[in-house]
C-alpha cells in the first residue's frame, strides 16, 4: 500500500510561494481628499513655526541646551547598548533595504510596480527636501556646539532637521500608506509611529541631535507621507511605461526563442559570373573529341604524331609481359 509523503510546514511554505501569483481586483490608491490638503497644510505650517523658533532663538533652543546638559546617555546608561542598536531602524541604508524587499514580494505577487515605485519617489522626495533643509540652515549638532544657548544656525552643520527621524517616518510609514485593508493601515500606522517617536528619542538620548531637530524631523517626514497621492499619476505613468517596454523586449526576443537561440544565419552573395571570369587564371583549352567517338577510339594528337607504341596492337605475343625483349639488328 502506498501512501503519500505528509509534508511539514516549511513544504507548505514553499508550496505557497510557488503558486501562480494572482493580482487583485481593486488596487486602492489613496487621492488627495481635502482632508488631506487640510492636514498638509497643518503640517507645513507647523514646520516653518518650527525653524522660526529656532532661528529666533526662541524657548524651543534654551529647551534644547537643557536637555543636552542633562545627559540622558549618563544618567540611564544600562539602555545604551540597546538605543545604540535601536536608531538603526532609522538609518536609511538598512530600513531602505528591509522595507523594498517586503514591497518587491508585494510588487512579484500582486503583479503591479506601484509599491517599489511609491517607495522610490518617497526616499527621493525625502533626500531632496531633507538634504536641502540640512545644508541651508547648516546647524550644528549638541557635541560640535561653540556657544551656550546660542541656535547654532549656518555654521557648516548638516544636522537640522533630524535625518534618523524624517528616515524612520517615511520609510515605515510606507508601509501604511500601501496598505490595502483599513484595518491594516490602522495597525501599520501605530506601529510607524512607535518606531518613529523612538528613533527620534533615540538620538536625544545619544547627544546626536538637538530635540528641536527631532520634532523637524517627525514634520519633515510626515509632509513626505501626507503629500505622496500627488504623485500617483506619475507613479501610474511610469509603471506603464515600464511594462510597455517589458512587452516590447518580449516581442522581440520571442523569435530567437523560438529558434532556440541559434545565431542569424549570414547570406553572402554569389560573385557575378563576368567578374569570376576576369579574376580567375584561364585554363587550358583542350580540344573535344567527335560528338560520335567512343572513350576507347579516342586518340590524343600531338604534332609529333601518336603516343601509342608501333606494332603493339598487331603481335602483342612478341612481347610477353614481364619478358626481356631482343635486340634489334
Known sequence: MRTEPKLTRLDRVFARLDREPERPAHIDVPKMSRHRIVLFAATLAFYGAIVWAVVITS????????????RPYQQWSGIHWFVDYYVVLGQRGPTAVMVAAWLGWRSWRQHTLR??????????????????AKYGMGRLGPHYATVIGSNEMWRGGDIFPSGHTANAVVTWGIL?????GARAQRWLSAVSAVTSLGVGMATVYLGTHWLSDVLLGWTAGLLILLGLPWFEPLIARAEATIFDLRDRWRVRSAPAAA??????????????RDDVAAHSPRAPAYLAPGPHT???????????????PPHAERHP????????????P
Open 59 to 70: 524657548w524651543l533652543v534654551r529647551l534644547d541646551w537643557q536637555v543636552m546638559f542633562f
Open 176 to 180: 501604511a500608506y500601501l496598505a490595502s
Open 294 to 308: 567512343t572513350r576507347s577510339e579516342r586518340t590524343p594528337i600531338t604534332p609529333a604524331g601518336s603516343r601509342r
Open 115 to 132: 509599491p517599489l515605485l511609491a517607495l522610490g519617489v518617497s526616499l527621493l522626495l525625502l533626500n531632496i527636501t531633507v538634504g536641502a
Open 259 to 272: 529558434s532556440g537561440g541559434a545565431p542569424p544565419v549570414v547570406v553572402t552573395p554569389l560573385p557575378d
Open 317 to 328: 605475343e612478341r612481347h610477353p609481359r614481364g619478358s626481356a625483349s631482343s635486340a634489334r
